[in-house]
Each structure stands twice: as C-alpha cells, then as structure tokens.
C-alpha cells in the first residue's frame, strides 16, 4: 500500500529521525581515505583527515585537516623516504580517538610551531627510522600520551606536551636526544625515557611540572641527563632505573615523592638540587655511584608511607641521607 | 513521493562520490568486478564470493571501497599486492573461505588495509583450517592495518603485519571498536585457533630488526583476548602492545599448546624488550581465573660478554575495578634483561579505592652478568594487593633492582622477593596500610657486594610469618644493608623468621630497625625470630633498634649483633619491656658495645638475657611526654577505649570507633585543604554522617600522587586543594588555540614551595560524552 508522506505524521517523523541518524552516521565516520603532500604524482594535493601523506607538506588554510576536527586518525604517514610535515603554525584536532600524526612508512620530520590536539595519542612513530625529529610542537589534551616515539637517532626539541592524559612524552630506542622541551599537566609522567644512550637536555633542558606521577622517568642505561627541571608532580621529580649515566644539573623541586631517585651501576651525579619535596631528595644507589659534587638537598620531608609519617631509622641513624644520599652511606660532597 | 525523495537523498549522502576507475570502487565491485568476482548487493548488503583484485588507476594510489550503508559479506579474496585500500561499509563479515590481504612477500612491503565500519562492526569468522586465510599485510616491511569500527570486532583467526624477510621489520595493526564521535560503543573479542592472533613480529628470530606496533582501543566497551597478541622483534627489538578499554580487559589464556599470550620479546643481537601497556576503564581480569604469559624480555648478544639486550617494560593499569593475574593457565609477568643486559619495568597500579591487585604469577625483572643490573617493579594499588608467586628483580654487577610497593591495604606476599645482586643489593620498598610476609625477602649483596636495603613502612600490623625472612646482608668486606621495619599498629616477627643485615666476613654488621606504633600510635612489638646484624669490624657499628609500646622478647628470639667492635641494641619500650626466659639480646660488648634500654620511669628492668648483661649505665628511665615534639621523655600508650582522651590520644569513643575519631583514638584529620567540603568534625550523628563520610576520613588517603587527569573524563575533578596545577582542558570542551605560542624556556633555579601532602581527587567519571 502506498502512503504519501503528508498522510500520516508519523511516517513523516519517522523519516525524518531516518534522516537524522544517516547525518549522524556519516558525522561520526572518518572520511574516505586518499594521497596528500606537495608531490602526488606530480601535483600538490591539500591533506583532509585520514589522508596518507606520501610526500613532505606545509599545511594552511587548504588543508581540511586544520579546519575540521578529525574523528579517526589525523594524518597516516605513508612515504617512501624521508618527509618533513611543517605544521605551519595550524592545529590538528581531534575528537579523542585515533592518532593525530601516525607515521606507519618513511621517515618523518615534523616542525612547527603547530599544535596536535585531542586524539587518543597525538603523535606515534614506532620503527628503526620512522622519526627523525620533532621541532617546536604542541601536544596537548590527548587521552593517552602526547608523543610516542620508538627509534634511533631522532631529536625532540623545543615541544610541549600537556593535559594529556597519560605520557606527554614516552620516548624509546637508542641515541635519541630531547632538549628544550616542556611537559606539564599530563596524567602520568611527563618524559618516560627507555632505551639506550638518550640524550636529554644538554642545552636549555627539560622541563617536566604538574605531572601526576614522575616528572622524567627513565630506563636503560648510558643515558646523559643534564639541565632537568622537574617541579610539583605527583611522583618523584626524576625516577631512573639505570646503568652508567650521568644525571647533572638536575634540579627536583616540591614533588610529591622524591626528588632525584636513582638506582643501578655507574651512575654519577652533580650539580644538581632537590628542594621541598616530599620523601627524599637525591637518593642514588648501586654499585660504583659517583658524587661529582655540587649536590644538595634541603627541606625534604622524608615522609613515607600513606599516612605519611617519617621513618624514625632515616630520622635518626641516617638523618642526613634524607636530604641527599649517594651510595649506601654517602652524604653528599 | 517525498519519502521516497528522502530516502533517495540519504543514500546518496551515505555513499560517496565513486572513483570512476575499476576495479578500485566499490561500484565496480558491485557491478561484478568485470567479470572476474560475483558480487550480490542490495540497497543494505553486499556479499562477494569470488576474487577482488585491487587495482588502483595509478601507481601507489589508493582505493576506497565505499558500500555505504550495506552489510558487506565477504566469502572470497579481496586484495592485492603491496596495495593500500579503504573498506567502508555498515559492517564487514569474513567467511571461512573469505580473505582480506595486501601482502608485499619478500620483494615489497606489505601494503595498508583500513576497515571503516559502521555499528555492525567486523566479524572475522574462523577460516576452514588454522592460519588460513589470515588478514594480511605482511611484506618486506610489515605493512599497515587499521580498522575503525563503530560497533563490536570479532576476531578469530589471525591478524597479520609481520616482517617476511630479515632486513624489515613488524607493521602497524590498530583497531579500534566504539567511536567516541558519536557515542557509540564497542568490544574487541580476539579468539581463535593455536598460531592464530595478533601478530606484528620480525620474519624470525635472527632478524636485525624490530618488532611492530599492536594497538586496541575499545571505547565504551571491552577488551577480551584468548588468543595471542605478538609483537617479537630481532635485534632492534620487540615493538609495542598497548590495550585500551573504557570497560574490562580480560587477560585470557592461548590455546593449548601456545606458550606466549601477550610478548613483546627481544631476539637477534641482543635485542631489547619491547613495550606492554594496558588501560582498563574497569577491571582488569584473567579469563577463568586464567592468564597466560605476558612477557617483554630481552635477549642475550651473539658474541659472548657482550652486553644483553634490556627488559622491555610492561604496564597494567584499571582506573575503577581490580586488577587479577593468574593464579591459572600459564600466568607471568616477565621483563627480564638478557644475559647482560638490565631488567626492565613492571608497573602495575589501579585508581579508585578499595579495588584489589592480586597477582598469581611470577614477576620478574631480572638482570645477569657483569653489566647486568636488575630492574624495577612498582605497584600503586588503591586497596590491597598481593603476590603469591613473589618478585624478582635480582641483578648482576649493576646490582639489585628496585621495588617500590604501595598500597593503601594490606599487601600480601607469599612468594619470595628478591632483589639481590652479585653487584650490591637492591632496593625494596614497601608502604601499605598494613603488610603481611609471608616469604624470604632479600636484597643480598653476593658473592662480595654490599647488602641492599628493605624498607617496610605500614599504618597498621606488619607480619613477618615463620616462613618469611628479610635479607640485606653482604659478602666479603662489605658492610651489611639496612632493614627499617616500621608500623603503626603492632609489628610481629614470627619464631621462625630471620631478619639479617650481617656485613660479609671481614665487614661490618648493617642497621636494624624494627618500630610498632609509629609514629605516637598505640602498638607493640614481638619478637620470636632471629634478628641479627653480625660484623667483623673495629670501625662500623652495627645497631638493632627496637621501639614500641611494649616490647616482647619471645623465648625463642635472638637478638645479635656480635662482632663490631662499637656494636649496640637498643630497646625503647614506651610502656614495657617484656624478655622471656630463653630469649638472647647479644652485642660485642665491651666499653663501645652495649645493650641499651630506655623505660618509663617505674616500668620493670628484665633479669635476663642480655649479654653483656644490663649494667646502670645501660638502663635509662624517661617520664612520659606530654606533648608532641619533646625531647628526653617517652610518648606513652594509653588504654585506647577507656573513653579517657589521654594524651597522645585526640579522641576515645570507647571502643567504637567512628567517623571522626579512628580505632587508635585519634581525631580524623579533617582539614582536608579540600574547598568543596566542611571541615568542622562534629559528633556524628545521622544528619551529619552521610557528607561527613567523604569530607572526614578516618585516615588521609594516600598522599602519594597528585591529582591526575583521568584519560577518559567527562570534566577535571574539582581541585581538593589550592595546587598550582595546570590540568589538561576538558575534551570536547575548549576552544581550540588559534595561534600556537612556542614553549618559553624551562625555567631555572627557581625556589618552589615546600612539598605539601597530596589527595587523591576524586574520580571522574570514566566516559566523554558524545559529541554535542
């Protein structure tokens, strides 16, 4: 039976909720996927959300994928050899899901100023030479890390990651190197450091605040911490579980642990402060520490446990140690 | 005629504008491929039951398949070399005799493959046999595999982004189920045969390169794994594993026969772990009671002496529920260096009080050799955690690991802990609200290294159980480590435990410290074990120091601190000191070594058992304090229920403990620095009970971590306390930057404020809300 639409009412609101929900779907889904970059087969082809960036590119107004917010990924990287993505001073945004940058092919350098937003993870580069450096770039408001990184060799500098909800920087893989970057205000730690041989800082340093567990949290070994500024964070300023680095010019200040928490063989530490904090100051242990000199600890609480009550054996037999500790039974030079 | 007009409009939105090449649309497909497939499609579904050869117009083109609105059924071959293709439809379902592929072979990379579906979501359905017909982007270079799915994704049979040759490495696969755009849910269900699973690997153990990168995200709903998720690297190492569900992950058990359930292993050339993280909105559980192995462990070099690779690092981590591994199936948490290579990182940790973490396997972060240095395992659990199958981050030359264990309930250990080193020993940590070991826990420095430390902080009771034993002793000329055991409530060493800091056989003896009813609290100390800090030194001293309420001296205690030339015990006993008949309270002595007692004025001096015996120098009386912070006096231990406030006591409700004044006669701390609540303890009565339940705790939570902006919340949790805390904007919320700034520069040299004690902020609640 055939029944016009100005018959009955609530067919006619039945379609049109028809309607409604087809907009939605097609709201809610990523937009088809195709080639982007400065050079597709010869021609300059402006990047929209999900596109694959096969060639390097500097993104303006042309490109979509700084005027909408993307509900999957923001750009796939897919190129044969190295590219430069230039933000262009532009935001990509997005909608807490997906990766905003996600570098599955080629190598990339990405600069800016220019701000990644709002995705699951903002930038992921996992792979031997998937990064070769990052450069003046914001990372803020993912529901999970900022930058994700795995590799060698790749530079971080002049970033910032904050209000991401887990990691603002989670950097693995050998002989990379960070310096003058910024992380605050993300939910777990600002820099997770794993690898081998990282750089971090050497220049103006880092700078982790505010994070809700460590400021700088590292693993390996043969790493170079030199300039680290970790302020307020929920955990310990710097946690290393290392071998053979040299921590200086660390300066731990007011974090809800401890300061400068160091623990495996060869380390050494100088220069470097811990003010205010919570438990201890600069506690480094393990076989063949080194005091470099120059480090110190003043007004650290030493407080433990949940309650937070002192322990009466650093209070009294080891009171010194509270404020900065190398090696077993070393007070610092 | 309109309604017509309209549907006709909404088909056209939903499908895209269509390639006009074959071969690379899904109108072509639809139309039959050429000839080459059979395709039978309707206005809602779509099955194709022969060969799709995807074929873009262009070299390194891309192709999207866009069915709109239909249900595609797939029960033939849909693919091609090294291609990149875009499936779009409602929801895809793969046939047994059904495949999706882009495999390079050894010749080329594999290509990229991305599902776009709507909430019918993907359904693998298991192939005719095992590791047939696998979704497949393999090559020389793992290719790229991506599916956004608005609903459910059944997986079961295998997943493929491996490397074929040994010069490349894993590819991608990030799935993702639920879309939070427009707020639909979805789970991720992997199951399927033995060899089947998830799989980024390296072409085989000795490839030179790494493992790639496994991605799942289930929003609004769960995560459930049964199979195997591998991401096995060669010599640069295992990739990446991470899982992500506002719901459960279910942490289930491979089939019978496979022994890896999630790894992320390091082989070749001493190739590092990799990396597991898992985010769970509620629970974290093993599927039956069952886990299998989820390992991230490194491997050893080629050449003998050279360094091994590292541990990788494993994360766990339920923002609202419990966290269970194990105790079935085949449960391990293992990040293990390679022989000379260091351990790596286990993190385990949940959010909201009082979900529990309870861990039923092995938990190893261990490193060997000269180099070798053992890792670290951290837990931060919410309520109580325990470990039945013990800890291991022992180490070699580099030394013990460390272990940083911290729970706001009871932590339970039965298995042994370990952080020894052939280096020195490690470090372990525990503080909990109250602390049960029931196994050894060492942090020995062998075979001539220094003993490490344990330090064990608890609110309430610690138990050291006849089976348990704490070690930081050392070897050689070395001093021994240090053991600080201290609680609130009482602190029990049972007859058949050892607590043992000696130094090594030409060192000094190391530091004890055993303290029940720390701070002022009411508790008592007993001890019927072994405790000793034996040395061999004229210069170190050792010490054992014991303080409580009332001291107890079972008859089988040993109290030993022989062989330093200024060794001492000392006993601080707040209201009695009690030495059975049997019990041995020994030092060097001599003019430098004594026993030392400090009592109430008036308490009762023991007889026996000292050696040396207690001479008038050794013996001293102290009146009781009156107020916190004096010095020379005892803080007394009153009778806590007496209904008598005496000091230190705040508060004495006669027994029955309520919100403002706890079972240790104490006035919650009620300043909670937090604006959005009272701060004024009045009696509680009904009215005043219920608000008063959050704003007046009978203990502060913990203070350990600052406030933390929760991934999946709908707004900041209100600030508890004036912090001068940047918090990440809400999602979906603030307007988006126009302009970028650069970053300044890290400031330097500043003086901060002093550390204050932390709170835990309220949760938030877990889910972003749909798009307005």
């Known amino acids: 039976m055939r029944t016009g639409p100005g018959t009955h009412p609530c067919a006619r609101r039945g379609l049109w909720l028809l309607l409604a929900l087809g907009l939605v779907l097609v709201a809610g889904r990523a937009a088809a996927m195709h080639r982007c970059g400065d050079d597709v087969d010869g021609k300059s082809v402006a990047c929209a959300c999900g596109d694959l960036l096969v060639s390097s590119r500097t993104l303006g107004a042309a490109d979509a994928v700084t005027t909408s917010r993307c509900a999957g990924n923001g750009l796939v990287v897919a190129a044969s050899g190295p590219i430069t993505l230039d933000l262009g001073g532009r935001t990509v945004e997005g909608h807490g899901q997906g990766v905003g940058v996600l570098v599955v092919r080629g190598t990339l350098s990405l600069v800016g100023p220019g701000s990644v937003e709002r995705f699951e993870t903002g930038v992921r580069a996992e792979g031997e030479a998937r990064l070769a450096s990052v450069v003046a770039v914001r990372l803020a408001g993912h529901r999970l890390d900022g930058l994700v990184a795995r590799g060698d060799g790749y530079s971080i500098q002049g970033s910032v990651a904050e209000g991401n909800g887990r990691d603002g920087f989670a ?22 450091l794993v690898g081998m041989g990282a750089h971090v800082g050497g220049g103006i340093g880092n700078d982790a605040r505010a994070n809700g567990m460590d400021g700088f949290w590292l693993l390996g070994g043969m790493h170079q911490v030199v300039g ?47 003010t205010g904090n919570r438990t201890f100051g600069i506690w480094v242990m393990g076989p063949g520490v080194e005091d470099g000199g120059g480090n110190h600890g003043v007004d650290n609480a030493g407080l433990m446990g949940p309650s937070g009550h002192g322990s009466e054996m650093m209070s009294t037999m080891m009171a010194p140690l509270v404020q900065c500790r190398i090696g077993m039974m070393g007070e610092c030079r | 005629m309109s309604r017509w007009l309209l549907a006709t409009l909404l088909l056209f939105a939903l499908a895209p504008a269509r390639d006009a090449a074959a071969v690379c649309t899904a109108s072509e497909v639809m139309a039959g491929c050429g000839g080459t497939c059979t395709a039978s499609c309707t206005a809602t579904a779509c099955t194709i039951t022969r060969t799709v050869v995807v074929t873009p117009p262009v070299a390194g083109g891309v192709c999207t398949f866009d069915f709109g609105a239909r249900q595609v059924t797939l029960g033939g071959s849909f693919g091609g070399t090294s291609k990149a293709f875009e499936i779009r439809a409602a929801k895809l379902t793969v046939l047994a005799a059904g495949s999706l592929s882009a495999i390079g072979g050894t010749g080329a990379p594999g290509g990229m493959i991305t599902l776009t579906l709507g909430s019918g979501g993907l359904a693998l359905m298991p192939a005719s046999s095992a590791r047939a017909n696998p979704l497949d982007v393999s090559g020389a270079g793992g290719g790229t595999i991506i599916v956004q799915s608005d609903g459910d994704v ?35 269900t992997l199951r399927g045969r033995a060899g089947e699973g998830l799989r980024a690997e390296t072409s085989s153990n000795s490839s030179s390169k790494g493992g790639g990168s496994i991605s799942l995200t289930a929003n609004g ?16 190492g295992g990739g990446s594993i991470d899982l992500t569900a506002d719901a459960d992950v279910t942490l289930g058990v491979p089939p019978s026969g496979v022994l890896l359930f999630l790894s992320a292993d390091g082989f070749g050339d001493a190739g590092s772990g990799g990396s597991i993280s898992m985010l769970a909105g509620g629970k974290i559980v093993g599927s039956a009671a069952g886990t299998g192995a989820i390992t991230a462990v490194g491997h050893s070099a080629t050449l003998a002496g050279d360094a091994g690779g590292s541990g990788g690092t494993i994360s766990i981590e339920a923002q609202t529920g419990s966290v269970t591994i194990g105790p079935l199936g085949n449960p391990q948490l293992a990040a293990d260096g390679g022989s000379g290579g260091c351990g790596g990182a286990i993190n385990l940790s949940n959010d909201t009080a009082p979900a529990a973490i309870s861990i039923g396997a092995p938990v190893t972060a261990t490193g060997t050799g000269t180099d070798g240095g053992g890792g670290t395992v951290c837990l931060d659990a919410q309520g109580a955690a325990s470990f039945t199958r013990g800890i291991d981050v022992s180490g070699g030359g580099s030394g013990g690991g460390g272990l940083d264990l911290n729970a706001l309930g009871t932590i339970t250990t039965a298995g042994a802990v370990r952080s020894d080193g052939s280096g020195d020993g490690g470090c372990i940590s525990f503080c909990a609200g109250a602390l049960a070991l029931g196994g050894p826990v060492t942090a020995i420095g062998s075979p001539d290294a220094t003993g490490g430390s344990v330090m064990a902080a608890a609110d309430g009771d610690i138990t050291l159980s006849a089976a348990g034993m704490v070690d930081a002793s050392s070897t050689g000329g070395n001093f021994g480590g240090c053991v600080d055991i201290e609680g609130g409530g009482n602190v029990t060493i049972a007859s058949a435990a050892v607590i043992d800091a000696d130094g090594g056989s030409s060192g000094g003896g190391g530091l004890i410290c055993l303290v029940s009813g720390t701070p002022d609290l009411p508790g008592n100390l007993t001890v019927n074990g072994n405790v000793h800090a034996r040395g061999s030194s004229t210069a170190a001293s050792a010490t054992a120091s014991l303080t409580g309420c009332t001291i107890h001296l079972g008859s089988t205690a ?44 008036g308490a009762a001096v023991p007889a026996a058992g000292f050696s040396p015996p207690l001479g008038t120098g050794d013996v001293q009386f102290q009146p009781f304090c009156t107020s916190l912070g004096q010095l020379g006096c005892l803080i007394p231990c009153p009778d806590c229920g007496n209904r008598i406030v005496e000091f230190p006591e705040t508060c004495d409700t006669g027994g029955h403990p309520d919100v403002c004044c706890n079972a240790t006669c104490r006035t919650a701390a009620c300043a909670d620095t937090n604006v959005c609540t009272a701060d004024a303890c009045s009696v509680p009565s009904q009215a005043a009970r219920r608000p008063r339940r959050r704003s007046c705790p009978a203990r502060p939570p913990p203070p350990r971590r600052a406030p933390r902006p929760p991934p999946y919340r709908r707004r900041p949790p209100p600030a508890r306390r004036p912090l001068r805390r940047r918090r990440p904007p809400p999602l979906n919320r603030q307007p988006r930057p126009r302009s970028f700034r650069p970053p300044p520069p890290p400031p330097r040299h500043r003086r901060p404020p002093r550390a204050r004690r932390r709170r835990r902020p309220p949760r938030a609640s877990l889910r972003l809300p749909p798009r307005p």
């Open chain 2, 558 to 601: 040993v109290l030993d601190t022989i062989g330093d030339a200024q060794a001492r015990n000392a006993l601080a006993a707040r209201r009695l000191l009690v030495v059975d008949a049997g019990a041995q309270i020994k030092t060097t002595g001599n003019a430098l070594s004594r026993n030392v007692v400090t009592l109430p004025i």
């Open chain 2, 221 to 236: 709903g769960s995560i459930d794994l049964e199979n195997s998720v591998s991401v096995v690297g060669g010599t640069f």
């Open chain 1, 228 to 274: 680290a500024t970790a302020t307020a964070n929920g955990g310990h300023g710097v946690f290393a579980a290392v071998t053979h680095t040299l921590f200086a010019g660390v300066e731990a200040d007011a974090n809800g642990r401890s300061g400068l928490v160091a623990s495996g063989g060869g380390l050494v530490v100088r220069d470097s402060t811990a």
């Open chain 2, 154 to 188: 059944s997986l079961e049979r295998t997943v493929t982004a491996n490397a074929r040759t040994a010069t490349t490495g894993g590819g991608n696969i990030m799935i993702t189920a639920g879309n939070r755009v427009n707020g639909a849910s979805g789970s991720i």
């Open chain 1, 171 to 192: 950097l693995a893989g050998s002989g990379y190197a960070l310096d003058g970057n910024r992380a605050s205000g993300n939910g777990r730690y600002g820099f997770e």
